[in-house]
C-alpha cells in the first residue's frame, strides 16, 4: 500500500514538472535608475515582482493572494575580533578549477533548456577609456553576429563618457522536467562529488 501511495505521488510529481513555465522580463535603465519587472506564470500560479519597488505580488486564478516588499538591508556591525570564528579551510585553487568544465556544461545545458519566444534588447555603453569602449564594441559585435535575430540586438557606443543604458524585453518559457536531467549529470560527476565531499 504504501509503495503503490508513493508510485502515485511519484507519477503526479512527474506531471507536475510536465507543465512549462512562462517567463516575461522587462527592464530599463536610464541616468541610473533601474526600472522594469519579472513574471513567472506557471499552472495556475503568477509570481509578478517589481525592480523598481522590490515588490513581489502572488496570483492564484488571477486574484492576488500575497504581497512582499523587501526591506532595505541593514549595515552589518563588525563583531569583535574574538566573536569572530575562524572559517573553514578553503580547498586548494586546484580543485576549484577541476568544477569549472562541469560547471560550464551545466550553464550550457541550462541554457538550452529555455525556449526563447521573443527577445530586444538596446544598450548604450561607454568605458573610461575611448580603446576600451572600442574593445566592448569588438566583443558586442561578436555576441550580435552570434545571435538569430540581430536585428533585436541593439548597441551605442559612447566614447566620450562614461555610461551605461539599457532597454530589454524578453520572453521564453521552459518545462521543469528538462532541468532534471542537467542538474543530475552535473552532480553525479565525480570531481563535483569529490569537491562537495571537501568542503562539508
Given amino acids: 500500500m504504501i509503495a503503490l501511495i508513493i ?3 511519484a507519477v503526479l510529481a512527474l506531471s507536475i514538472l510536465l507543465f512549462p513555465v512562462n517567463i516575461s522580463f522587462n527592464s530599463t535603465r536610464s541616468e541610473g535608475t533601474i526600472d522594469g519587472s519579472m513574471d513567472v ?7 509578478i515582482y517589481s525592480l523598481k519597488e522590490k515588490e513581489l505580488k502572488i496570483h492564484i486564478f488571477g486574484r492576488s493572494i500575497s504581497r512582499h516588499i523587501s526591506p532595505e538591508k541593514k549595515p552589518q556591525v563588525q563583531k569583535p575580533e574574538r566573536e569572530i570564528k575562524k572559517s573553514r579551510k578553503m580547498p586548494p585553487v586546484r580543485d576549484f578549477l577541476n568544477i569549472i568544465g562541469p560547471m560550464f556544461r551545466l550553464f550550457r545545458d541550462m541554457v538550452h533548456t529555455f525556449r526563447i519566444k521573443y527577445y530586444h534588447i538596446e544598450i548604450t555603453y561607454g568605458l573610461n577609456d575611448p580603446a576600451n569602449t572600442g574593445i566592448m564594441t569588438g566583443f558586442m559585435h561578436a555576441v550580435r553576429s552570434s545571435l538569430k535575430k540581430e ?12 555610461i551605461l543604458d539599457w532597454s530589454f524585453m524578453s520572453k521564453a518559457s521552459i518545462t521543469p522536467i528538462k532541468i532534471v536531467i542537467p542538474l543530475a549529470k552535473f552532480a553525479a560527476n565525480r570531481k563535483v562529488l569529490r569537491f562537495a565531499l571537501q568542503i562539508t
Fill in 151 to 162: 536585428k533585436d540586438f541593439k548597441f551605442t557606443p559612447d566614447f566620450t563618457k562614461q
Fill in 41 to 47: 506564470n506557471w499552472m495556475i500560479f503568477l509570481f
Fill in 7 to 9: 508510485a502515485v505521488l
